[in-house]
T-cell receptor, first 115, second 112 residues
Framework: NAGVMQNPRHLVRRRGQEARLRCSPM?????VYWYRQLPEEGLKFMVY????????ESGMPKERFSAEFPKEGPSILRIQQVVRGDSAAYFC?????????????FGEGSRLTVL | EDKVVQSPLSLVVHEGDTVTLNCSYE??????LLWYKQEKKAPTFLFML????IEKKSGRLSSILDKKELFSILNITATQTGDSAIYLC????????????FGTGTLLAVQP
């Protein structure tokens, strides 16, 4: 039973390019959370999605960032026109339901470096 | 604004020492508090606490929650070099999203 799968593990982009990060939740999980971790900082909530729905995007910058979780396929976090400040580790986590009392299961993260 | 504060920010100890990590929080609609261990990869789950005063224990690790004073501690006894990691505290608030709010973590380094 595979865990949360994220790819790519490492991504290098030049300023102004686009970054696409993918997350496949654990089998049977339909709820996905994206978190960003900057150096020396904790995990910051970005967005929470269910299949085909964005439930809470209060932690996501209003510009350049978008997320989706289509009916088929992985969840995607998209960053357009990247800037150096976007360099961070982006973690995806999944849970079986919104009301699940247990923990979130995390992927190993995608590390974005913007040159 | 909801917040979770961990202390100390970093800690260096020797093998065999006992350490206590602290986590205090201010959130609306508290549901649970969780501890994670993060080495160089994904945060891995340690404990979830929902009730005050009930200690959760797993081997050399234990944790307890005080909902009146709004804090939790994570204890590690007889530390080993393999305990070196960032320890993250997170609080789940209720409402529409059930999201976790994380502290900045405590970086623990255990020296041989």
């Amino acid at each position: 039973n595979a865990g949360v799968m994220q790819n790519p593990r490492h991504l290098v982009r030049r300023r102004g390019q686009e970054a696409r990060l993918r997350c496949s939740p654990m089998k049977g999980h339909s709820h996905v959370y994206w978190y960003r971790q900057l150096p020396e900082e904790g995990l910051k909530f970005m967005v929470y999605l269910q299949k085909e729905n964005i439930i809470d995007e209060s932690g996501m910058p209003k510009e350049r960032f978008s997320a989706e979780f289509p009916k088929e396929g992985p969840s995607i976090l998209r960053i357009q026109q990247v800037v150096r400040g976007d360099s961070a580790a982006y973690f995806c986590a999944s849970s079986p339901s919104r009301e699940a009392p247990g923990e979130l299961f995390f992927g190993e993260g995608s590390r974005l470096t913007v040159l | 604004e909801d917040k979770v504060v961990q202390s100390p920010l970093s800690l260096v100890v020797h093998e065999g020492d006992t350490v206590t990590l602290n986590c205090s929080y201010e959130v609306t609609n508290f549901r649970s508090l969780l501890w994670y261990k993060q080495e160089k990869k994904a945060p891995t789950f340690l404990f979830m606490l929902t009730s005050s005063g009930i200690e959760k224990k797993s081997g050399r690790l234990s944790s307890i929650l005080d909902k009146k004073e709004l804090f939790s501690i994570l204890n590690i006894t007889a530390t080993q070099t393999g305990d070196s990691a960032i320890y993250l505290c997170a609080v789940r608030s209720g409402g529409a999203t059930n999201k976790l709010i994380f502290g900045t973590g405590t970086l623990l380094a255990v020296q041989p």
